[in-house]
């Protein structure tokens, strides 16, 4: 095509407008998949066998042998980049030039932009859980991720029961937060979660108001060990007699989570072989009929 049939194109009115009105919307459609994508917030963890070095905000005493963690992320409106229920490894090195590498599941909300939280209980002995409880404001801690556990997806199941022991606590909130702030997730929810007292029930104002919130969907029962005056929640520990008549039977529908301590495993549903390999469910569950198809072990 010529110059000259080009410029009479373009001076021609009803060729020329259609071709600016073109134009615009290809550069206004251009700005709209920018802001898009500088709006959407930044993932520090990405899976890509990266460590990142994240620095404590704020940190305070929860019980007598655990802490509440909060670390900033990179920015302020960076989120994780976790999905429910996944972990992060952490890593410091000690003074002889060792690496001590843990897995810890946060508790905050994977949508929350800017910060990450973490309850970790110190164990006598524990590299890692005392190290974290030295931790100052200021002072970073290495992670990397996230380790998917188990994928959840609304409606997975018609109902799903959690049971759990002490900082085992923390993969079971993730899948409670998870439900309850998807109006599109009809799940139901039973938690039963065991302690040595009421004062180590780790989380309970969260879980408490989760379950005010959502009435028809969760329902928290807590155990202690040892129950003081005014106990209104069950004392023991989770047994067969109080199991039976409140899980669902063994069922496509349904499914138990479980995570605690050795002695939990090995008195509901028996440990996993590795973190690939679930193993036989033993135990109380095994005696209700439960096999590796209906409980997951975090």
Same mark, same amino acid.
């Given at each position: 095509?010529?110059?000259?049939?080009?410029?009479?194109?373009?001076?021609?009115? %009803?060729?020329?407008?259609?071709?600016?009105?073109?134009?615009?919307?290809?550069?206004?459609?251009?700005?709209?998949?920018? %802001?898009?994508?500088?709006?959407?917030?930044?993932?520090?963890f990405?899976?890509?066998?990266?460590?990142?070095?994240?620095?404590?905000r704020? #940190?305070?005493?929860?019980?007598?042998?655990?802490?509440?963690?909060?670390?900033?992320? =990179?920015? +302020?409106?960076?989120?994780?980049?976790?999905?429910?229920?996944?972990?992060?490894? $952490?890593?410091?090195?000690?003074? +002889?030039?060792?690496?001590?590498? %843990?897995?810890?599941?946060?508790?905050?909300?994977?949508d &929350?932009?800017?910060?990450?939280?973490?309850?970790? +209980?110190? /164990? !006598?002995?524990?590299?890692?859980?005392?190290?974290?409880?030295?931790?100052?404001?200021?002072?970073?801690?290495?992670?990397?991720?996230?380790?998917?556990?188990?994928?959840? !997806?609304?409606?997975?199941?018609? *109902?799903?029961?959690?049971?759990?022991?002490? #900082?085992?606590?923390?993969?079971?909130?993730?899948l409670?937060?998870?439900?309850?702030?998807? =109006? &599109?997730?009809? $799940?139901?929810?039973?938690? /039963?979660?065991?302690?040595? *007292?009421?004062?180590?029930?780790?989380i309970k104002k969260?879980?408490?108001?989760?379950?005010?919130?959502?009435?028809?969907?969760?329902?928290?029962? /807590?155990?202690?060990?040892?129950? &003081?005056?005014?106990? &209104?929640?069950?004392?023991?520990?989770?047994?067969?007699?109080?199991?039976?008549p409140?899980?669902?039977?063994?069922?496509k529908? *349904?499914?138990?989570?479980?995570?605690?301590?050795?002695?939990?495993? +090995?008195?509901?549903?028996?440990?996993?072989? *590795?973190? $690939?390999?679930?193993?036989?469910?033993?135990?109380?569950?095994?005696?209700?009929?439960? $096999?590796k198809?209906?409980?997951?072990?975090?």
């Amino acid at each position: 095509m010529s110059f000259s049939s080009i410029a009479n194109k373009l001076s021609n009115p %009803r060729v020329f407008v259609p071709i600016v009105a073109a134009a615009g919307g290809i550069s206004l459609a251009y700005q709209y998949q920018t %802001r898009i994508i500088a709006n959407e917030p930044g993932k520090t963890f990405k899976g890509d066998n990266e460590w990142v070095d994240l620095k404590v905000r704020k #940190t305070w005493d929860v019980s007598s042998n655990t802490k509440h963690v909060i670390f900033d992320l =990179p920015g +302020k409106d960076d989120v994780s980049g976790l999905i429910t229920a996944s972990c992060l490894l $952490t890593k410091f090195v000690t003074a +002889k030039g060792n690496n001590v590498i %843990r897995p810890y599941t946060p508790i905050s909300d994977n949508d &929350e932009k800017g910060s990450i939280e973490f309850v970790v +209980k110190k /164990y !006598e002995g524990g590299k890692a859980s005392t190290h974290i409880h030295d931790l100052k404001v200021g002072d970073t801690l290495s992670f990397k991720g996230p380790i998917v556990k188990w994928k959840w !997806e609304a409606n997975q199941y018609k *109902s799903i029961a959690l049971i759990g022991g002490g #900082t085992g606590i923390t993969p079971l909130y993730q899948l409670i937060q998870e439900i309850t702030k998807n =109006p &599109e997730d009809k $799940t139901k929810v039973s938690l /039963y979660y065991g302690n040595l *007292s009421e004062k180590d029930i780790l989380i309970k104002k969260e879980l408490d108001v989760l379950a005010a919130k959502h009435k028809d969907q969760v329902d928290i029962v /807590y155990f202690v060990d040892k129950a &003081e005056k005014g106990w &209104e929640g069950e004392t023991g520990f989770i047994d067969k007699e109080f199991l039976q008549p409140r899980l669902p039977g063994p069922s496509k529908d *349904s499914k138990v989570f479980v995570c605690g301590p050795p002695a939990l495993y +090995k008195a509901l549903s028996g440990p996993k072989v *590795s973190p $690939t390999d679930q193993g036989e469910v033993t135990g109380v569950l095994a005696e209700l009929g439960f $096999t590796k198809e209906h409980v997951y072990k975090f």
